[in-house]
């Protein structure tokens, strides 16, 4: 794992994990990982910050229960997590362990 670079400009925490976008415009997450929550593309759980490597350029977080979502500069969002409920809107009911971009019409 790599430290987080740069100061974090906002935080966000779930259900046992937590999230941090850092003035580079990179999201960083560790904590529970059981459902994909972190972003990093498995299901192991991390003691300290991963880098999300996937997300460029983010401007805003936030963390659901055992999901997240990111804005990117560009307006793309993008979605990771738990979605058993569609809650991800990429039009399904599976997991995701790395972000999806979710497409607003």
Known sequence: MVPIRGKAIDID???NFSMA???????WTWGDNS???????GNASLSAPSKVSSLKNIVLISCGTHHALALAEN????????????QLGDKSF???AKPVKVTIR
């Open 35 to 41: 459902s994909g929550q972190l972003g990093t593309g």
């Open 13 to 15: 925490a779930g259900s």
């Open 21 to 27: 976008l850092t003035d580079d415009k990179s999201v």
């Open 75 to 86: 307006g793309d969002l993008w979605a990771w997590g738990w979605n058993i409920m569609g």
């Open 94 to 96: 599976e997991g995701r």
